[in-house]
C-alpha cells in the first residue's frame, strides 16, 4: 500500500516532535521535513499519493466551519487547521471515513488511520503493513515525542477515532 509505504519512508528523515505553528505556503505547504507532529506524518504521506490535506480540510472547513470544533479562532487557517487532530477526525467524518472502533486488532487494516487520547492530549498515526512479532497487532507508524517510529502502540491508549480514508 502506498500511502503506508509513504509514511514508513519519513522514520529517520522526520526525527524532531515540532508544534509550532508555521505560516505555509497553500497548496503544499508543509513544515521542515526533520520536524513535524503526529498529524504530519499523515499529511506527507498522503501528499506522496495525491491527496492534499491541506487543501482537502481547507476546503471543508471554509464551506462548513461551523461543524469543526472550536479552538478559539474565527475563520479556517490553512496554515495549521490540517494538523490539527480534532479538525482531522471532523473531515475524515464528514467524508464517510470513520469505521468502528474495536479492542480486536483484525479489525485494523494497513492504511487506516487511529486516533488517540493521549493523557489528554489528541494523538494519530497510520497503521503499518508489519506486525508485532508473536502477535496479530499492526504496528503504527506515528510522531509522538522523537520523530516520525513505527511501534505497538495500537492498544496503549484510549482509541478515540478510526478512519479508512479515501473512504
Not at 520536524?35 to 498522503?46: E, H, M, N, P, S
Not at 476546503?59 to 496554515?79: C, E, L, Q, W
Not at 483484525?106 to 503493513?129: E, R
Request: net charge neutral.
Amino acid at each position: 500500500m502506498l500511502v503506508v509505504a509513504a509514511a514508513k519512508a519519513q522514520i529517520g528523515v522526520t526525527v524532531v516532535y515540532d508544534p509550532s505553528y508555521v505560516r505555509l505556503a497553500y497548496p503544499g505547504g508543509d513544515v521542515p521535513l526533520d520536524r513535524g507532529v503526529c498529524t504530519d506524518v499523515l499529511i506527507r504521506a498522503y501528499r506522496a499519493i495525491g491527496i492534499d490535506l491541506q487543501v482537502e480540510v481547507h476546503i471543508d472547513m471554509v464551506k462548513h466551519f461551523a461543524s469543526y470544533p472550536r479552538t478559539g479562532v474565527r475563520k479556517p487557517d490553512s496554515n495549521i487547521d490540517h494538523r490539527r487532530v480534532r479538525n482531522l477526525a471532523t473531515y475524515f467524518t464528514r467524508h464517510g471515513a470513520a469505521v468502528p472502533q474495536t479492542l480486536n486488532p483484525a479489525d485494523y487494516l494497513p492504511g487506516d488511520i487511529v486516533m488517540w487520547d493521549v493523557s489528554g492530549l489528541a494523538h494519530t498515526g497510520l497503521v503499518a503493513d508489519t506486525t508485532e512479532p508473536g502477535t496479530s497487532r499492526r504496528l503504527i507508524v506515528h510522531n509522538i515525542g522523537e520523530g516520525t517510529q513505527m511501534e505497538d502502540i495500537l492498544f496503549s491508549f484510549p482509541i478515540t477515532g478510526h478512519f479508512r480514508y479515501p473512504a
